[in-house]
């Protein structure tokens, strides 16, 4: 693919005008987004099952923003991980973090509401973390930093390993790919997302468990 400024013109027009698209109001309980609905359920506890993982989303994960920054649909990415915990015989629970759009932070609050002590942070655009409770949220078990080539198998894969770490285990990380090609294309594109992302904090908000049904 050839780079130049008029196709990441193009991009980033497509991106605004899929933000301006979306249901920007649509900040109620109970909520749907392109191939799954779900419904806040009230204020997240920290967890008893030593054999559970939670999933925490950024503030705008399929509110403000519906797909990855490579075009995955939400639902997608949350079942794909969700899959990948239960194939170790873990269980996922999905809390969103309302108070900050830093995946490394989403991930800390995650873990620390985590009955295993483990958590995977998920940022609208993709960025995806695997952190434990005892780690500052600057540092990470793992980390996807390219949203923009983590596929829909490598959340899976990213539910295994994490549902892995619950257990005790120690597992080979997932493979991260690092092409560099892809950031001039996606880095104003992520830089939108972001700040949507952030839009959608409320300072001091608990996080919240969400119920969610795949369609």
Known sequence: MQINEKLIE???????????????????????SHGM???????????????????????AFGKGLHFTIKKIP??????????????????????????????GFIANYAAKLSGS?????VQSKGTTVI????LNPLTNLELFPLAPIITEDRYRAIGRNAAKYAKGEN??????IIDQSVLPI??????????????????RA??????????
């Open 10 to 32: 193009e991009i980033v027009n497509q991106v605004l005008a899929q933000i301006s698209a979306s249901d920007a109001g649509q900040r109620t309980a109970e909520m749907s």
């Open 37 to 59: 609905s779900f419904k806040e359920a009230g204020p997240s506890e920290v967890g008893t099952n030593p054999r559970e993982v939670v999933i925490g989303i950024g503030p």
């Open 74 to 103: 939400h639902a997608t990415v949350l079942r794909e991980l969700i899959a990948g915990i239960e194939e170790e015989g873990c269980t996922p629970r999905v809390v969103r973090v309302r108070r900050t759009s830093d995946v």
């Open 117 to 121: 002590g483990i958590g995977i942070g």
């Open 131 to 134: 952190t434990q409770k005892d």
């Open 171 to 176: 597992p080979e990380p997932v493979p991260v």
């Open 186 to 203: 996606y880095q104003p594109i992520a830089v939108l997302l972001h700040n949507r992302e952030t839009s959608f904090v409320v300072d």
């Open 206 to 215: 608990e996080p919240v468990d969400v119920e969610v049904k795949f369609e």
